[in-house]
């Protein structure tokens, strides 16, 4: 069985940051693709960042030079350092990973005040 459990949401002034973290327990599974997905209120769930195993990056144009993502393959986590934020980057932040189907977290809050 496949569990995600996120961490890090929370409330944060404008040009603050903020750092989730997705563990991951795999059964001995490797983890290929790990990533974050976010979802606004009233908005569809968007891609934020991706990550391989060996660690090639994608980011959505929205939070480049902004979010990093980064992975611990020896500790199944992946994380993402939001720095400078903004208020339309409050959403929902969901963990997915992708073992030998996708796999999502439950999501965690993350609210940026103006």
């Known amino acids: 069985q496949v569990q995600l459990v996120e961490s890090g949401g929370g409330l944060v002034q404008a040009g603050g940051s903020l750092r989730l973290s997705c563990a991951v327990s795999a059964s001995g599974f490797r983890i290929n693709a790990m990533g974050w997905y976010r979802q606004g209120p009233g908005k569809q769930r968007d891609l934020v960042a991706t990550?391989?195993?060996?660690?090639?990056?994608n980011y959505a144009d929205s939070v480049k030079g902004r979010f990093t993502i980064a992975r611990d393959n020896a500790k199944s986590t992946v994380y993402l350092q939001m720095n400078s934020l903004k208020p339309e980057d409050t959403a929902v932040y969901y963990c997915n990973v992708v073992i030998w189907k996708e796999f999502w977290g439950k999501g965690t809050l993350v609210t940026v005040s103006s």
């Open positions: 990550i391989t195993y060996g660690g090639i990056t």
